[in-house]
């Protein structure tokens, strides 16, 4: 069986990166740029006032003589000599000549003269030219995700529009004649869709959206026919259940007798070991076993990072971080356990905490879980107070 780093490494060498498009700003937020943004112009492109007060051109003294007023937006239509001020506002253009800029309450007004009381040394309150950025720099890198501060500073670095990645589309395939929706109510015997809801879940936090659904019976043709179907609309076909050894399992039988290529059959990790990724035509397939404790790590682990890769992003690798157990927590030598965990931090330490039952079969403790604990094969049992590695679902999926 390969090992977690090489199956890491065979799915991203079949990902294929997306192609782009241009769209306008305001579409933009959540997408994946997928060019180096440049600053457009100098900013500042004028010397502005850091504040409300009075550009002054220095002379003898401390009294200056009023020439005008200068507001934000506005350019000034006089030049300052020796002894004279202007009365700007933040944000303004300061008038040729201007040295300094002194702070309304730091000046008496009598008239048309001011007396300053403030320091009066060159270059005051005064932000020069290109201050902020240069014409030419970097805003922003390509691979970079627009979010809730990039968005922004979009607008006020005055670009309307940009080259961003296309969205994997991705088709979500449930079998299985147990599978029931909430809105039917529960039947005995028969289990909730949950895994369809954990890859909408996940896809949602990505900013990508389901191109398609399907629920296969326990039907081996039309198990196939539904991912023909979906192949011709997707990049990438997620199915739920059906890679184990059952009888129903048709997910393994079809891609070992038609002409995908089997990239990974089996991962070394718990929970989640049937997982298969096969390819074609560019496609690339997870079947993923159903139990949604081993769905759920399986799409952590493998799926979320080759779809970032796919949308051009430059953050697809693991956000592992050092955590301090709470309580005990068991694993075996010689395989890579993923433990559940409920992590919260205390004086700037992260501490984790043991879900309890790291059972498959179990799911409802994830309800109170926010992270994976990455036990390598040569970790065993572990006892309070020990340290491991983690990861948290904000981070991986955001």
């Not at 192949?231 to 048709?250: L, T």
Request: hydrophobic residues 40%.
């Amino acid at each position: 069986m390969l090992n977690f780093q090489d199956c890491r490494k065979i799915i991203f060498d079949a990902v294929s990166v997306c192609d782009t498009e241009t769209i306008s700003v305001r579409q933009s937020m959540g997408r994946v740029l997928a060019e180096d943004l440049i600053v457009p112009r100098d900013y500042p492109d004028t010397r502005l006032s850091a504040v409300d007060g009075y550009a002054v051109c220095l002379g003898k003294g401390d009294h200056f003589e009023m020439q005008g007023v200068v507001a934000a937006g506005q350019l000034p239509d006089i030049s300052l000599k020796p002894g004279q001020c202007a009365a700007v506002m933040t944000g303004a253009t300061v008038p040729e000549g201007s040295d300094c800029v002194v702070r309304v309450e730091d000046c008496q007004v009598s008239g048309d003269r001011i007396t300053t009381t403030g320091d009066l040394e060159p270059g005051k309150l005064i932000n020069k030219i290109a201050f902020e950025a240069t014409a030419g720099s970097q805003l922003v890198g390509k691979g970079a995700r627009i979010k809730h501060s990039l968005y922004p500073a979009l607008y006020y670095a005055g670009i309307s529009g940009v080259t961003v990645y296309k969205k994997p589309r991705v088709g979500v395939l449930s079998t299985g004649d147990e599978l029931r929706e909430v809105d039917e109510g529960p039947a005995k015997g028969q289990v909730f869709n949950t895994n369809f809801y954990v890859i909408e879940s996940v896809l949602q936090s990505l900013g990508l959206e389901c191109t398609c659904r399907e629920t296969a019976p326990d039907n081996e043709a039309a198990t196939r026919g539904l991912l023909e179907s979906m192949a011709e609309k997707c990049d990438f076909i997620v199915s739920s259940g059906g890679v184990s050894m059952g009888r129903f399992d048709y997910i393994k039988k079809i891609f070992q007798q038609s002409d995908f290529s089997i990239l990974i059959q089996g991962t070394p990790i718990k929970p989640g070991r049937p997982l298969m990724v096969a390819q074609r035509n560019g496609r690339l397939f997870f079947g993923i076993p159903g139990y949604p404790a081993a769905f759920l790590t399986n799409t952590v682990m493998y799926l979320v990072p080759a779809l970032k890769y796919a949308g051009g992003r430059l953050d697809y690798g693991y956000h592992l971080f050092n955590a301090r157990l709470s309580t005990p927590m068991m694993s075996k030598k010689g395989r890579l356990y993923l433990n559940r965990i409920a992590l919260h931090q205390e004086n700037g330490e992260w501490i984790a905490r043991d879900a309890g039952s790291q059972k498959t079969s179990h799911f409802l403790n994830f309800a109170e879980v926010n992270g994976l604990a990455y036990l390598p094969e040569e970790v065993g049992d572990l006892k309070a107070g020990d340290t491991i590695q983690a990861l948290h679902f904000d981070l991986e999926l955001s």
